[in-house]
Nanobody, 127 residues
Framework: QVQLVASGGGMVQAGGSLRLSCAAS????????MGWFRQSPGNEREFVAH????????YYADFVKGRFTVSRDNAKNTLFLQMNNLKPEDTAVYFC????????????????????WGQGTQVTVSA
């Protein structure tokens, strides 16, 4: 059974930083592309970042480019999201996600491509 457990959220002032972690179990982590989505009240879940399994290439939503960095530690089965220069509009619940199958190399910014979702961790950025 695949489990994704996100942590590291909290409250921070604008301009501050947070580092989210996602501990994965029940899958061969190194064989899975992984991602982050977020959802703020009244809005749809939206793509944030993705890291490919095969080469570690990363992809970002335009609104986080240059501020957020996604990375992974395959030895520890853990996904990370380093968030710098946070803005109030980054306030949301952040979810780590994985596709249904390993070796996935298709579209990375669509919710429908991900079968496994963590429970989410709340990030609140005050002005």
């Amino acid at each position: 059974q695949v489990q994704l457990v996100a942590s590291g959220g909290g409250m921070v002032q604008a301009g501050g930083s947070l580092r989210l972690s996602c501990a994965a179990s029940g899958l061969t982590f190194s064989d899975y592309s992984m991602g982050w989505f977020r959802q703020s009240p009244g809005n749809e879940r939206e793509f944030v970042a993705h890291i490919a399994w095969v080469d570690g290439n990363t992809y970002y939503a335009d609104f986080v480019k240059g501020r957020f960095t996604v990375s992974r530690d395959n030895a520890k089965n853990t996904l990370f999201l380093q968030m710098n220069n946070l803005k109030p509009e980054d306030t949301a619940v952040y979810f780590c996600v994985a596709p249904s199958s390993p070796y996935y190399s298709g579209y990375y910014d669509q919710k429908s491509q991900y079968a496994y979702w963590g429970q989410g961790t709340q990030v609140t950025v005050s002005a």
